[in-house]
Nanobody, 126 residues
């Protein structure tokens, strides 16, 4: 029923910027907490950023804090991840996720999300 479709991944040089997008369809987008996770090559999937249903309630992994910004446009049912000052270690497959039931204390956990996008590759390299 609920589908998440991502776009915007690609290749960027270190220090440059990239924005990925995720359109959520088939559900009540305004009722979902949304998040971004990433999986570096050869590593486990890890939390990047999340935006709750509550205005202003955003959280970030320490590794991206100050560089990445998660935002959402409820009118377009879209969540964004703006990635600035990119580093090679930001390379990985980026996934968007959504949940209608997750609570703040669980928002960093993969298992807290019931809906996932297909993933989009982000490569940071010179």
């Amino acid at each position: 029923q609920v589908q998440l479709v991502e776009s915007g991944g690609g290749l960027a040089q270190p220090g440059n910027s990239l924005r990925v997008s995720c359109v959520v369809s088939g559900g009540n987008f305004r009722g979902y907490a949304v998040a971004w996770f990433r999986q570096p090559p050869g590593k486990e999937r890890e939390f990047v950023a999340a935006d709750s249903r509550t205005k202003g309630a955003t959280i970030y992994a320490d590794s991206v804090k100050g560089r990445f910004t998660i935002s959402r446009d409820n009118a377009k049912n879209t969540v964004y991840l703006q990635m600035n000052s990119l580093k090679p270690e930001d390379t990985g497959i980026y996934y968007c996720a959504a949940s209608s039931t997750i609570i703040l204390s669980n928002m960093r956990n993969i298992r807290g999300y019931s809906h996932w996008g297909q993933g989009t590759q982000v490569t940071v390299s010179s």
